[in-house]
């Protein structure tokens, strides 16, 4: 007498493996930051050093293609700096502006045009033609910012202010020479040079 076998079916139920995978792809881009363009890119020179910046008490200064863009970290320090520049420059910036500018990211306009940069989108900002803050020895707004952002750290976080320079590779040095010499005129003889990584050669 012959013993028939069961056959069994060879297709795989993937339900629970396609809800598993969406629940994965859902947690990756609920937690991801999108990377916010830069206002100025610029292409840094290699090095082997793995420094990193610190993340507060920082001001950066990027510099490519002739112009200057300032950024600093922490927002109570930029409110601070810009209620400085404002008093200096006889602009008066609103409660909104200030909020506003303190969640920005770099910019690099004269102040008398930073109220437009400032109610511009944040992703209008990357694609405004912002023409660098000024640095010539006629209207040196840079060197005001580097002050009064001193200034403000130590009054808010009673620390010295760090500074780091973030150059174009391609940038001529009598630029980043200018920008030197404006922190040297500060007594500023200690700074950062922004570099990106380099694999080090076996």
Known sequence: MAVKMSKKSLSTDMTA??????????F???TATAKIPEALPVDTPQSTVQTKLPETDLATLTIGKGKVFFDLKGREIR????????EKYGVDFTQDEKNEFALMEGFGVPISGLKSIIAMKSSDRSKADQPGVPKDSLDNQLADWVQNARIANI????????IAIKGDQKEEYPAIRQVMDILQDQKINSFSLVT?????EK
């Open 196 to 200: 990106g990584l380099r694999a080090i």
């Open 79 to 86: 409110k601070k700096t810009l209620e400085l520049m404002g």
């Open 28 to 30: 990756f881009i609920l």
């Open 155 to 162: 009054e808010v976080n009673d620390k010295e202010l760090q």
């Open 17 to 26: 493996m396609c809800d598993v995978a969406f629940l994965l792809l859902t």
